[in-house]
Nanobody
Framework: QVQLVESGGGLVQPGGSLRLSCAVS????????MGWYRQAPGKQRELVAR???????NYADSVKGRFTISRDNAKNTVYLQMNSLKPEETAVYYC????????WGQGTQVTVSS
């Protein structure tokens, strides 16, 4: 079966950076859109960034100019470069992929704290 595994989360100080990775494994091919979402305690899961098969990107307004989503189709991997992180962005970050059915990863914890 198709599985998504996130990595790269951890503890970072305010203003710091992290790079998240999400690798798709299994019998997936013809991956369409891939995206990153996050869920903070007591809040709904929200879209952070998404990239489609043509390389077009979509970002939440709150992260524009600071986060960059990219993908390596040969490795079936999507990345999220996060710069200038803020404490309120502490959350579990999840990736998903349309293969073409949407599959979710388990998430990786990002904690922004001094």
């Amino acid at each position: 079966q198709v599985q998504l595994v996130e990595s790269g989360g951890g503890l970072v100080q305010p203003g710091g950076s992290l790079r998240l990775s999400c690798a798709v494994s299994g019998s997936a091919f013809s991956i369409n859109a891939m995206g990153w979402y996050r869920q903070a305690p007591g809040k709904q899961r929200e879209l952070v960034a998404r990239i489609n098969s043509g390389g077009n990107t979509n970002y939440a307004d709150s992260v524009k100019g600071r986060f960059t989503i990219s993908r390596d189709n040969a490795k079936n991997t999507v990345y999220l470069q996060m710069n200038s992180l803020k404490p309120e962005e502490t959350a579990v970050y999840y990736c998903n992929a349309s293969v073409p059915l949407v599959v979710w990863g388990q998430g990786t914890q990002v904690t922004v704290s001094s």
